[in-house]
């Protein structure tokens, strides 16, 4: 079946740190690949996403690529804020699928 | 500029009662879910409708009914709730089932004692 699996949190930075969030996935077919963003007492917000190979999906600073190869879709960010605070979950759509395999997330802790 | 309105935001239930959680987009989405959010165990799909007049189940069904009322509202309910069903709840909305990221809610925080 379909999977997420993400690292382990908390993760824990300084501001202007480098952020990389890993991510690894098991699917059948050729899966889309999400990463959510949540923010403390609030629902999930789309941060970025790709649909095939290769893509590479960004937004307010933030970087994914869909590597095939070694079936992950890692997070990163050149240099963090601390309203970056929040827990961040990776997501696959299977084309086979019907709804959003979420990963366990991981909570992202910036410091000033 | 709503998007997916859930009520109620808090409940607190004793173990048997009944409750029904509320869920309504204004996106024209074809496409419902509801999900919950235990702490070290992410997001689990309980219910979904693919499209207006459909629902099936997903993950962890269990305890729970859904109802589709029409294209803009998915109801979930707890018909005897029981402890194990303290959770965070949301409800996202999408276009449709592949491919379309998800508008979610801000989430139900329901206690059951």
């Known amino acids: 079946g379909n999977s997420v699996t993400q690292m382990e949190g ?27 963003v949540q923010y403390p007492g609030e629902g999930l917000q789309l941060l970025l996403k790709a649909t095939k190979a290769d893509d590479k999906g960004s937004n307010k600073g933030f970087e994914a690529t869909y590597r095939k190869e070694t079936t992950s879709f890692h997070l990163e960010k050149g240099s963090v804020q601390v309203s970056d605070s929040a827990v961040y979950f990776c997501a696959l759509n299977s084309n086979s699928g019907y709804a959003l395999n979420f990963g366990k997330g991981t909570s992202l802790l910036v410091t000033p | 500029n709503a998007g997916v309105t859930q009520t109620p935001k808090f409940q607190v239930l004793k173990t048997g009662q009944s409750m029904t959680l509320q869920c309504a987009q204004d996106m024209n989405h074809n496409s ?18 693919a499209s207006e007049g459909t629902t099936d189940k997903g993950e962890v069904p269990n305890g729970y009914n ?7 509202e998915f109801s ?34 329901l206690t059951v004692v």
């Open chain 1, 10 to 36: 908390p993760v824990t930075l300084s501001e202007e740190a480098f952020l990389t969030i890993n991510c690894t996935y098991t699917a059948t077919g050729y899966p889309s690949l999400f990463w959510y």
């Open chain 2, 32 to 49: 419902m879910y509801w999900y919950r959010q235990d702490p070290g165990m992410g997001l689990r799909l309980i219910y979904y409708s």
């Open chain 2, 66 to 72: 859904v109802s589709r009322l029409n294209k803009r």
């Open chain 2, 76 to 109: 979930l309910r707890l018909e005897s709730a029981a402890p194990s069903q303290t959770s965070v709840y949301f409800c996202a909305s999408s276009k449709g089932t592949e491919n379309y990221g998800y508008t979610f809610g801000s989430g139900t925080r």
